[in-house]
């Protein structure tokens, strides 16, 4: 089993458009950030390959080209923002290649927005002519509602962004065939505050994918301090960082990380 982080940035992207600050105009590749979005690779009980990704922002197709992506069987989604959601036109390619729709799992408010945003998936009968779009079928999920996927147990996440509840996923084996050391894994991006519920869920992890935008105060994401705070309550055995902005150069802010915690870079690869 493999899990990619197909993005590690915030909703600009770094190099951020008209900035020339260090970060921006960085040669270290693991400066540049793409909208944060991730993905699992793994072999389903029954050996079927299977990749489930986890957020379509507006970089999807650069992402899913560098990271070698032939195959999406499942799009989970985290809120309905543009950086996480405005690439859901790329996976139409995904529905040539593999002849089959692909279920996308959601929130009820983010459900009503992509329905909204993308009223040419989702009513196609409304279109003037027949055009080349996504097949999608949509699945209604709730927070603390656990369901499968291909021998993996998902259990969305009551988070806050601000004001905004938003989801994260926690990640368990629920097939022996399924079981690997990444496991149980939680990924909480964009969230400024973790409802009480929501702790017991974030408890025996070995990865933790946990929201840092930067030093500075946030009304709708936590700061590096507030997230190093909360990685080691948690105690998980790995925390990685992601949706940074420019504010924080890789190299410098990982040397003055804990143990067992680090800022993530696109295109980095666990298990």
Same mark, same amino acid.
């Given at each position: 089993?493999?899990?990619t982080?197909?993005? /590690?940035?915030?909703s600009?992207?770094v190099?951020?458009?008209?900035?020339s600050?260090?970060?921006? @105009?960085s040669d270290?590749?693991?400066? !540049?950030?793409?909208?944060?979005?991730?993905?699992?690779r793994?072999?389903?009980p $029954?050996?079927t390959?299977?990749?489930?990704?986890?957020?379509?922002?507006?970089?999807?197709r650069?992402?899913?080209?560098?990271?070698?992506?032939d =195959?999406?069987d499942?799009?989970?989604?985290t809120?309905n923002h543009?950086?996480?959601?405005?690439?859901?036109d790329?996976?139409?390619?995904f529905n040539?290649? @593999?002849? %089959?729709?692909?279920d996308?799992?959601?929130d009820?408010h983010?459900t009503?927005?992509?329905?909204r945003?993308?009223?040419?998936i989702?009513?196609? *009968?409304?279109?003037v $002519?027949?055009?080349?779009? %996504? /097949?999608?079928?949509?699945? =209604?999920?709730?927070?603390?509602?656990?369901?499968?996927?291909f021998?993996?147990r998902?259990?969305?996440?009551?988070?806050?962004?601000?004001?905004?509840?938003?989801?994260?996923?926690?990640?368990d *084996? *629920?097939?022996?065939r399924t079981? %690997?050391d990444i496991?149980?894994?939680?990924y909480?991006?964009?969230v400024s505050?973790?409802?009480?519920?929501?702790?017991p869920?974030?408890?025996?992890?070995?990865?933790?994918v946990?929201d840092a935008?930067? !030093?500075r105060h946030?009304p709708t994401?936590?700061t590096?301090?507030?997230?190093?705070?909360i990685?080691? $309550?948690?105690?998980?055995?790995r925390?990685?960082?992601? !949706?940074m902005s420019?504010? @924080?150069p890789?190299? $410098?802010?990982?040397?003055?990380?804990p143990e067992? @915690?680090?800022l *993530?870079h696109?295109r980095l /690869?666990l298990?």
């Amino acid at each position: 089993m493999r899990f990619t982080f197909l993005g /590690t940035g915030t909703s600009s992207g770094v190099p951020a458009i008209g900035c020339s600050c260090a970060v921006c @105009m960085s040669d270290d590749p693991r400066d !540049h950030r793409l909208r944060t979005s991730a993905c699992f690779r793994f072999a389903d009980p $029954q050996g079927t390959q299977r990749t489930i990704l986890i957020d379509a922002g507006p970089d999807l197709r650069q992402q899913a080209l560098a990271a070698d992506l032939d =195959r999406l069987d499942a799009i989970l989604l985290t809120h309905n923002h543009v950086d996480h959601t405005w690439g859901l036109d790329e996976v139409r390619r995904f529905n040539v290649v @593999m002849d %089959a729709p692909i279920d996308i799992y959601a929130d009820a408010h983010t459900t009503e927005g992509i329905r909204r945003v993308f009223a040419h998936i989702f009513d196609k *009968a409304s279109n003037v $002519q027949k055009s080349f779009v %996504a /097949t999608l079928i949509p699945h =209604r999920i709730e927070p603390g509602e656990p369901f499968e996927l291909f021998g993996l147990r998902v259990t969305p996440l009551h988070l806050l962004h601000g004001r905004l509840p938003v989801l994260g996923f926690r990640f368990d *084996a *629920a097939d022996e065939r399924t079981r %690997a050391d990444i496991l149980p894994l939680a990924y909480c991006t964009d969230v400024s505050a973790i409802p009480p519920e929501s702790w017991p869920r974030l408890s025996g992890l070995n990865t933790l994918v946990l929201d840092a935008l930067r !030093h500075r105060h946030h009304p709708t994401h936590l700061t590096l301090d507030r997230a190093v705070d909360i990685a080691a $309550q948690t105690g998980a055995v790995r925390t990685w960082f992601v !949706h940074m902005s420019h504010d @924080m150069p890789h190299a $410098q802010t990982n040397a003055g990380l804990p143990e067992g @915690m680090a800022l *993530a870079h696109d295109r980095l /690869t666990l298990g």
